[in-house]
Structure formats: structure tokens, C-alpha cells
């Protein structure tokens, strides 16, 4: 490799970067390659704050699965039964989906994420009873429902179009859509790994069609399975031509493949620097898609943290049944997850926004106490050079 | 020179100070009471103003504050947690103490009563700590001082009276061993449980009165005075006892007799291994419900303030440089030291508080480049044996000691038959070597571990990384031998090289509030200078996440750097984040991967004469430690087959050498196995 030559070429692409132009599949590629990782870093850092600043955005949501029964044998796929008698195999009653909200009601939730498996027999009345029903419950809550994969599921089987599907359901409730079952578009991955799913343009064309009616959404690829680098180069364009075209993506998410209980067990998963990379990469590559996000329930919070400084400006959700590590004296595992994730991203030098799902911001970190934790960073490192103190009171 | 102050509106940095006249506190209080010599501050104030009183006086005065520093005995610290402890300095013995005793007629076993003649807090408690361990509960009588004798040798034998027997403490205790048939001293009896010295007093002040300076003062005058005066103040005592006409003038001993107590008998410092003592001694008479201390939980041990040190040289220079007007510059301090070149403690200190994560990262990874050109990072395979849990050391942030007094049946020692298990599966597993460290254990002579080597070296063919430096020191201490005497016969029984733990931060500050019974910095440092002087390499670590400053963290890689210059014996530096996880260390830090990021690109830049920067996996986990190599790594560490100490305060990372040779490999480098040196391993 010729090193004086691919910094040459490096500076060229800073520049267009600079200049916010669109980087070409070339270019992506050799950002992928090229041997200087925290160079690459540093140039979507640049990116990262020249949109958002020291800004990180989360979000107080929590998820439900309705039903984890699917007619999709996906082979990266831990969640899904094929079968509903299969074992572990469930379909909530609208009940019990009520329930989970009901088990929250006095929390400060702004958003639920509701996504289910491709259900062999439940009607159409089903997932749209789920939103009115959660929406009469709290009518502020913002839904954010059912993948670009079920509402094509849903449109075959239905024999309705991607609209007439997505209007119903809007006049139900839902409020956005998650960026879920992008998975890779390339066609020979797609063949490996979820033969039978939505392809790349039937995604493609729900997201059009929801953002056509006011709908905004999520885009996300899955990657550390079967694609190649220039597959997630690929990927990634299809979704900026789009964007281009639209404008209704709001955010970008990564999803690093974990090969835990599915058939793709012997493939080593991404780890801590192809993660970075391709954090770097994305938020290079997608000059118009304002956010990318790190699910740190994914990688875990140590990479998360890292990720801040290589292009990610968001940092998903507070996830209440999650279990987020712990801290001597600890409080509620609601509040100390808002202050372990106020902390790590305080400890790394910016600044928490929390976030409604449209990015409208409703807090601000301050430096201040939160929740009977005194996080004692309102001098930040950079001055004081005493690290972040926190000090259970 | 006039001194205008008075005891009541003392100037605010001239410490109202009281002490005791006893003959053993003499070498304290000597200096400050010698009008030509005694400390002042610059602008010649003077910095003490001593009183000499009764040792349970001194005490209720500092309490009252009618004083702001005071010679006060160990035991009133029970009721006064809050007080500052003048470090490296007490009064103190390891074995016969000769001035605090139990005389009787009778066997003291027998005893029915002991008069407390005139005692301290600390020798009643003391002698109560010890009867109650022996199971003995004689009748306590406080008696005036000076009578305490008399009543005992007065005492009819003819069995129509109690048995008795007197506590006898300070001068009037001089000679009295010999007079009588039954004698407890009670700095040999403690000796002969614990093994370890006893504390009977220390310099205690106000919290926030002492200065760094008033240390310092006070360290020297008692240098001063044990140094020359020894024999004048001897001899000094003995012309006033004579002179005053008192009973017990006529038992004078020699001079000579009286600068032997001063100079062998006492012990004036208060190092690792007094502080342990001291911790024992008031730990002992907590459980013996003796002593109560305020807002400690049972739980903890004892946790003692120490005052400050003064800052040495070279921070009070990088102070200077960085309140002078010539601004420093991130990008041209990480041009230069990316290139290899020196940049000093301002510098360093500069560069952690306001340089941009990545831009760290880069310079780092320069710098690393330039040191290593070949893109291979080393591994080790080898085992981390934890021969023993046994610990006396109590420090907060660990997870993994039990105290020598546990009666749950928590500790252990490995048997050689456990060794040998662990090193045949070592070797069967392609690992060259043991990383052998252990607690402090009070029961583990030298004889030991040249034993334990001797047996390694015939049976395997394992190298021996074995025993920081705080393990070193203990053995000296207990074997009352030079740290280069216990590195030498070790060297000749086998070891290898030294790991570098116990460092955690090498400040005495930092020091004081985790560990304060474990090495202090000077002998850590002394240990690894001596090893290195023998020939012996060893790797250097420190702990962050104490709330330590940049200072703190600066200083340790500048002390580090500057051994290293003397010595060039540190083969690598590894640095990790502290693991708080079930330790009853309750102060909180960041102990984030963005943190440990830092401090690793900065000790990459500052330690420019160390060769190796190995990540820290187990605590930060493979991707992490992946992504450190970006950072001014470039050794993946070791394969652990085991770790026990980390893995108990939340760090559960393991890996085989293929996991992590796939690490090394996706994070763009190619696996190579070393040796503790660095030398290459070809895999089997």
C-alpha cells in the first residue's frame, strides 16, 4: 500500500466531507480500509459535532413484542417462533399489551417501540387494536411501530397497498416507524440470511410510502454476518438516495450481528473496532441523515461511550428491562439507568439531550444532581483534570 | 527575634501544640522546644508553640481545642476518627517495650486485680486487648500515679489478700522488670500474638490545620533530634530525674541505658508496617467491644486521616511553569511527543486536561508506531497464581483479601499439590510462566518463598514473575531484612522478574485514603530500583478511579519515567481502570473506557523511555481492548488461565489464545507470543 498516496487521497475526502458533499462508494470503501482507524474517526467526529456539537441525544422509551411468532426463518434470528404452538411461542391478548403500559404509567415515557414477529393468522385489526388502545391509555405517548417487514407482510396478505396499510394504521395511532428488517440489501446476502422477507426495494418502497404520508423513520443495517465491506457500502447508499429523494429518515443504526442462540453461530461477531469503523463510516457516508445511533444495549455501554468521539450523536433509549450494570448504592434500576447513561456520556466530554422521537428536546443535562445522584461533573476534565466525580449521597 | 504571639491569639500558622514529657516522646518534641533550631516559616513565625502535659491531657485538650496539635496515644483516636495523623511519625516498638508493664508476685494468669498506674488510654486498652485474648478477667483498679508498685510489692502472700498486680507505664516503668518475678511487657506479649509492632502514639491535629510544611517540620525535627541528640537527651533526663529528688531517682539508670531505649527500644516511625500495628490494635479492641468509633462501619477497619506531604520538586516546578505566562500548546506538546521527544511534567499534565480524546489517540499511535514498526502486537501466555488471601493490609478497593484473624475459614495457602496442578495444566497449555502474587500474609517467612522457588525451578520449567513490591517489603519487614537482601536470596532461589502491582497511584495522598497500611510510594519505588539493580526486569502498572487529579496521575508516570531513566529495568506499563464492585472503597471515580483511553495515549506519549504498553482486557473487555491498540498500545497482555482478583470486583473477562490472536487480528495487527522480556515465542 502507498501510504503517501492514500493520505493524499484521505485529505480528498476530508475536504468533500468538509464541503458536505456526497462521498461515492469509493470513497467508503477506503474509509473501511484505510490503516489510520482514528484519522477516520476524528473526520466524522469533526461531521458529528459540526451537526450536533457535543449534543448526545436518548430517549425514555421501552419496547413490546406482541407476538414473537413469525412465518420468516431469518437465520441471524434468536426472537422468532415459526410456529404459534412452537415452544416459547407467544401472541399477547390486547390485554396484556395494555398491561405493559399500565405497569408504566406513573414513568416518564415519551415513546414505545412496538415490533412482532410475521404472524401467520392475526388480523390487520389486531396491531391497529394495539395502537388505539395504548394511545387511549396515554394519549401523549408516541408510538413508533411495526417495521418497513411487517407492513409489506401485512400489504400481501392483506391484499391492500403499502399506503392504504400505513393510513389505516397511522389513523390508529402510530405516530412513526422503527428502522427494523433493512437487515443487508444486497441480494446475495439477502439469499443467506432471510430468504422470503421483504427485499431491498419492497423495503425501500414502505419507507417511501411512509414518508410520503408525513411518516418519519428509522434506517437501519445489520452487518458482521455474511456481507462484504463493499455490500455495506451498498447498503448504505441505497438508503441516502432515498433520503435524498424523501428527507424522512431521521436517524441511522447500526446493528452489529450477535451470533447468541441462531444458526449463524460460528461466525466471529464485530467487536470493537470494526463497530467504530463502521460508526465512522456512516456518519461519512450518510451526509443527510442527521443521526446515527449506537444501541449500547448492543455493544455494550464501554464501546457505546467510545463511539462518541467516531460520528454517534445518539445513544437510544433508556431500556427499562434492561439491566444496566450497577452501581454501589444503588437506587431504582429506572433511575440509575438515566444517571449511568447521564454519566458515561458526561464522562465523555458531552453533553446528554434527552429527546422526544422527532428529536425535539426536552432536557438538557445541566451538571447537575439527577435523581439523588450527585454526578460531579459540572467542572468537565478538560479543566479541572479530576476526571468526572460521582458520589452516591 | 521576637515572638509576639500568645497562647491565646496564636498567629494563624503557628500551631498551638501539647505534648507529653515522658522520656520515649523526648526525640519528638526535642527540635521544637530548642530555641535556635526550632521549625519556623519563612517569614520567621514560628511554626509550633509547645506545651508538655500528661498524655490523657494532651489528648482532651486537642479534643477541647485548647490545642491544634497534640502527642496524644492511639487509643483516644477511637473517639476522634476525624483527626489528621501526622504521617511517618509515632512512638511505637516491635517487641519490649520496657516502659509499659504488668508487674506481679504472682503469675499474671493468676491475678486477681491490677491497679492502672497512672496509664494512658492506649496501655489500658492495650493490656485489656491482651486479657481478654487470654481469656483472663482480673478486676481493674485505677490508682494515682507512682502507687501502682508499691501496692503490689506491699501485697501480703500470705493468701488472705487478692493477687495482684499493677500496670506500669512511662519512666517510673524503667527498671521494674527487674524487680519483680512476674512481668507481662507488653510490647512483647502484642508482638508474640499479632507480629507486628505496637503504636502507642502518634501526632494527631485539628482537621485542616496541618500543612504540608508543619509534615515536614515535624519529620525532620524527630530525624534531627534521634540523629545527634540521642545521648544528650539521656543524659538530660537523667540530670533532671537526679536532680529532682524523686523516688524514683534513686533506680536511675545509666545513660547509656536510657539512649539504648531511645535509639533501639522505641520505634519512631509509622510506616507500612506500624500502621498495620496500629489498624490490628484498634481493630482487636472493636471486636473485644472495647472501643466503639463513631460512623464506622463494622465492617470496615479502622481508617486513620493522614495530614499531606509537601509536593516534591519537580510538581512545585510544573506549578510554577504553568502559572507562568508562556502558554503551552496541545498540538505542538503532541507533535513532539509523538516524534519521540521528551516532554516534561507541565507538559503531560497539560496534555490530559485539554487534549481531544482522539487527537490523544493519534499522537499515541504514532509514537507507538515509531517504537514498534513491525504491525505485530505480543501476548503472553501465562497464569496468574494467587498463592494465599491472607492479607493484613485491608485496603478499601480490594475485593479478594481476608484479614489473618477470619474465623470463617475464608482464607487459604495453596499446597504445593494445588501448585503443581495448576503449573502442569500452565505448561500443558503452552503457558512459559507463573505470576505468582498473594496477600500479606503475617505467617510466610522468607525461608517460604525460597522454598517455594527452589521447588518451581527443579520441577518446571516455568519462569517466575513473582511478588510485587508490597509483597517484597512485608517479607522484609517481617524478616528484618534489607529489601535487596529478600530480592537477593529470592533471585537465588529462582525468581525471575516482578510484576508491577501494588503501584495503584504512586502518590502518598492518593495512598493514605485507599490503602494506608499498604507501602507507600518511596518504597515502592525503592523495591523496583533494587530489583532492577540485581538484574531483574519488572513491568510497572497503576490503578485509576480514586479521584485522583491529573497531578496524581502525572506525577506517577514522572516518577515512573525517572526510575526508568536510572534504571531501564521496566519492561512494560500497563494502566487500568479500579474495580469497585463489592469493595467497601464507597468514593466513586470515572472509571470509564474513555478515561482509561486517555490515560493510556498519555502514558504512551510521557513514558518515553518504556518500551511496551500492554492493554488491559480483563477489566475493559476484549473490544476495548481492541480498540486500545489504536491508542498506544501494543501487547495484548496476558492469556490469564486464571485471575482471582479482579475477576471478584466485576471484571469477568477470559480468553484463549485463539480469542485473542483474533482480537489482535481484527484490530489490524498480527499475534506474536512473547516473553516477560519481549522476546518472541514461536507457538507449539
Given amino acids: 500500500m502507498n501510504r503517501t498516496k492514500d493520505t493524499a487521497r484521505f485529505a480528498r475526502i476530508a475536504d468533500k466531507v468538509r464541503a458536505n458533499e456526497a462521498l461515492d462508494a469509493d470513497d467508503g470503501l477506503f474509509l473501511y480500509t484505510y490503516p489510520d482507524l482514528l484519522a477516520v474517526g476524528a473526520l466524522a467526529n469533526e461531521r458529528r459535532e459540526a451537526l450536533h456539537g457535543d449534543k448526545t441525544f436518548f430517549n425514555v422509551n421501552f419496547h413490546i413484542n406482541p407476538t414473537n411468532v413469525c412465518v420468516a426463518d431469518c437465520k441471524f434470528c434468536s426472537f422468532a417462533r415459526l410456529e404459534p404452538d412452537a415452544p416459547a411461542a407467544y401472541t399477547m391478548s390486547i390485554d396484556e399489551v395494555k398491561q405493559k403500559l399500565l405497569d408504566r404509567m406513573d414513568q416518564p415515557v415519551t415513546e414505545i417501540h412496538i415490533v412482532n414477529g410475521l404472524h401467520h393468522h392475526l388480523p390487520l385489526d389486531y396491531y391497529k387494536d394495539c395502537l388505539r388502545e395504548l394511545k387511549a391509555l396515554r394519549p401523549d405517548i408516541h408510538l413508533k411501530a411495526y417495521t418497513a417487514v411487517e407492513i409489506h407482510y401485512f400489504a400481501e396478505k392483506y391484499g391492500m397497498s403499502y399506503t392504504q396499510v400505513l393510513s389505516e394504521l397511522k389513523e390508529a395511532g402510530l405516530d412513526s416507524m422503527p428502522g427494523g428488517g433493512a437487515e443487508i440489501f444486497a441480494e446475495r446476502a439477502r439469499r443467506k440470511l432471510c430468504r422470503g422477507k421483504a427485499d431491498a426495494d419492497e423495503w425501500l418502497a414502505v419507507h417511501r410510502a411512509a414518508h410520503e404520508l408525513g411518516i418519519r423513520t428509522n434506517c437501519t443495517m445489520l452487518y458482521g454476518t455474511v456481507e462484504t465491506l463493499e455490500e455495506r457500502i451498498d447498503h448504505m447508499l441505497r438508503l441516502r438516495d432515498l433520503q435524498a429523494e424523501t428527507g424522512g429518515f431521521q436517524t441511522f443504526i447500526p446493528l452489529a450481528f450477535h451470533a447468541d442462540n441462531n444458526s449463524l453461530q460460528k461466525l466471529p461477531p464485530p467487536t470493537g473496532v470494526d463497530n467504530l469503523r463502521t460508526y465512522a463510516v456512516s456518519r461519512l457516508m450518510l451526509h443527510n441523515i442527521a443521526h446515527i445511533k449506537a444501541y449500547w444495549i448492543m455493544i455494550g455501554i464501554k464501546t457505546a461511550q467510545i463511539s462518541l468521539s467516531f460520528g454517534v450523536d445518539d445513544l437510544d433509549g433508556t431500556v427499562q428491562e434492561e439491566k444496566i450494570y450497577h452501581m454501589a448504592g444503588a437506587e431504582t434500576p429506572q433511575a440509575l439507568s438515566r444517571v449511568d447513561l447521564v454519566r458515561l456520556i458526561r464522562e465523555a466530554g458531552r453533553v446528554a439531550v434527552e429527546r422526544d422521537t422527532l428529536y425535539n428536546e426536552r432536557w438538557t443535562d445541566d451538571g447537575e444532581a439527577l435523581d439523588g445522584i450527585r454526578i460531579d461533573a459540572s467542572l468537565p476534565y478538560s479543566t479541572q483534570g479530576q476526571g468526572v466525580r460521582l458520589n452516591v449521597l | ?684
Fill in chain 2, 1 to 684: 527575634m521576637t515572638t509576639e504571639t500568645t497562647p491565646s491569639q496564636p498567629s494563624p500558622t503557628t500551631l498551638r501544640v501539647q505534648a507529653v514529657s515522658f522520656l520515649n516522646a523526648r526525640p519528638l518534641i526535642h527540635t521544637l522546644l530548642d530555641p535556635k533550631h526550632a521549625p519556623r516559616h519563612a517569614d520567621g513565625t514560628p511554626m509550633f508553640e509547645v506545651v508538655e502535659a500528661l498524655p490523657s491531657r494532651c489528648a482532651d485538650a486537642l479534643a477541647a481545642g485548647e490545642c491544634d496539635l497534640a502527642l496524644v496515644p492511639v487509643g483516644a483516636y477511637a473517639d476522634h476518627p476525624e483527626w489528621e495523623v501526622v504521617p511517618g511519625v509515632g512512638i511505637g516498638c516491635r517487641g519490649a517495650v520496657d516502659t509499659v508493664v504488668v508487674c506481679s508476685r504472682w503469675p499474671i494468669e493468676e491475678v486477681e486485680r491490677v491497679y492502672l498506674d497512672g496509664a494512658s488510654r492506649s496501655s489500658i486498652l492495650l493490656l485489656k486487648v491482651l486479657l481478654h485474648e487470654a481469656g483472663l478477667s482480673p478486676e481493674l483498679v485505677p490508682v494515682d500515679h507512682g502507687v501502682g508498685e508499691g501496692l503490689v510489692a506491699d501485697a501480703s502472700t500470705d493468701g488472705s489478700g487478692p493477687k495482684v498486680a499493677a500496670l506500669i507505664i512511662g519512666d517510673a516503668a524503667f527498671g521494674v522488670a527487674g524487680r519483680f518475678e512476674h512481668v507481662w511487657d507488653l510490647g512483647t506479649k502484642w508482638f508474640e500474638r499479632t507480629g507486628l509492632p505496637m503504636v502507642f502514639a502518634f501526632w494527631a491535629a485539628r482537621p485542616g490545620v496541618l500543612t504540608p510544611a508543619h509534615v515536614t517540620a515535624l519529620q525532620k525535627a524527630r530525624d534531627r533530634s534521634l540523629g545527634k541528640y540521642a545521648e544528650a537527651i539521656a543524659k538530660h533526663y537523667r540530670d533532671e530525674l537526679l536532680a529532682s529528688g524523686e523516688p524514683g531517682a534513686a533506680q536511675a539508670l545509666s545513660e547509656q541505658a536510657y539512649a539504648t531505649y531511645l535509639r533501639k527500644t522505641i520505634r519512631y516511625g509509622l510506616e507500612t508496617q506500624q500502621r498495620e500495628g496500629l489498624v490490628e490494635y484498634l481493630d482487636r479492641a472493636r471486636e473485644a467491644e472495647l472501643i466503639d468509633i463513631p460512623g464506622l462501619h463494622p465492617e470496615d477497619p479502622v481508617h486513620i486521616h493522614f495530614a499531606g506531604e509537601a509536593a516534591p520538586e519537580v510538581l512545585v516546578a510544573a506549578r510554577r511553569r504553568r502559572s507562568s505566562r508562556s502558554p503551552l500548546d496541545v498540538d505542538a506538546i503532541l507533535a513532539r511527543a509523538a516524534a519521540g521527544e521528551r516532554i516534561d511534567l507541565a507538559e503531560g499534565i497539560y496534555l490530559y486536561e485539554n487534549a481531544e480524546l482522539m487527537a490523544l489517540g493519534e499522537a499515541a499511535d504514532q509514537r507507538r508506531a515509531q517504537l514498534h514498526p513491525e504491525p505485530i502486537v505480543t501476548y503472553i501466555i501465562d497464569r496468574n497464581v494467587n498463592y494465599t488471601n491472607y492479607c493484613v493490609t485491608r485496603c478499601k478497593f480490594c475485593n479478594f483479601y481476608v484479614p489473618p484473624t477470619d474465623k470463617q475459614g475464608r482464607g487459604y495457602v495453596l499446597s504445593k499439590e494445588q501448585l503443581a496442578k495448576k503449573f502442569r495444566e500452565t505448561e500443558a497449555l503452552g503457558g512459559i510462566q507463573i505470576l505468582l502474587q498473594g496477600g500479606l500474609n503475617p505467617e510466610l517467612g522468607l525461608d517460604y518463598y525460597e522454598d517455594l522457588f527452589r521447588w518451581t525451578k527443579q520441577n518446571f520449567t516455568l519462569k517466575l514473575h513473582a511478588l510485587s513490591p508490597t509483597e517484597i517489603i512485608h517479607i522484609a519487614q517481617i524478616e528484618e531484612l534489607s529489601v535487596e537482601e529478600v530480592l537477593r536470596r529470592l533471585q537465588a532461589a529462582g525468581m525471575d522478574s516482578l510484576p508491577g502491582g501494588g503501584a495503584e497511584i504512586l502518590d502518598d495522598e492518593i495512598r493514605a485514603r485507599i490503602s494506608p497500611f499498604k507501602n507507600s510510594t518511596a518504597e515502592w519505588l525503592e523495591v523496583m530500583r533494587a530489583a532492577h539493580g540485581l538484574g531483574m526486569r519488572s513491568s510497572a502498572t497503576m490503578v485509576f478511579g480514586f479521584q485522583e487529579t491529573a497531578e496524581h496521575i502525572l506525577m506517577h508516570l514522572e516518577r515512573l519515567r525517572s526510575l526508568q531513566d536510572e534504571t531501564g529495568g521496566f519492561t512494560a506499563f500497563i494502566t487500568w481502570p479500579f474495580q469497585a464492585d463489592g469493595t467497601r472503597l464507597k468514593l466513586r471515580d470515572d472509571t470509564s473506557a474513555f478515561r482509561y483511553l486517555r490515560v493510556q495515549a498519555v502514558a504512551r506519549l510521557y513514558l518515553d523511555n518504556i518500551d511496551n504498553i500492554q492493554v488491559s482486557w480483563p477489566t475493559l473487555g476484549p473490544e476495548i481492548g481492541e480498540i486500545a491498540l489504536r491508542f498506544g498500545a501494543n501487547d495484548f497482555g496476558s492469556v490469564m488461565i486464571e485471575e482471582n482478583v479482579v475477576s471478584t470486583a466485576g471484571a469477568h473477562f477470559m480468553m484463549t489464545a485463539k480469542e485473542i490472536e483474533s482480537h489482535i487480528r481484527l484490530a489490524g495487527f498480527e499475534p506474536q507470543r512473547r516473553t516477560m522480556q519481549y522476546g518472541r515465542v514461536e507457538a507449539s
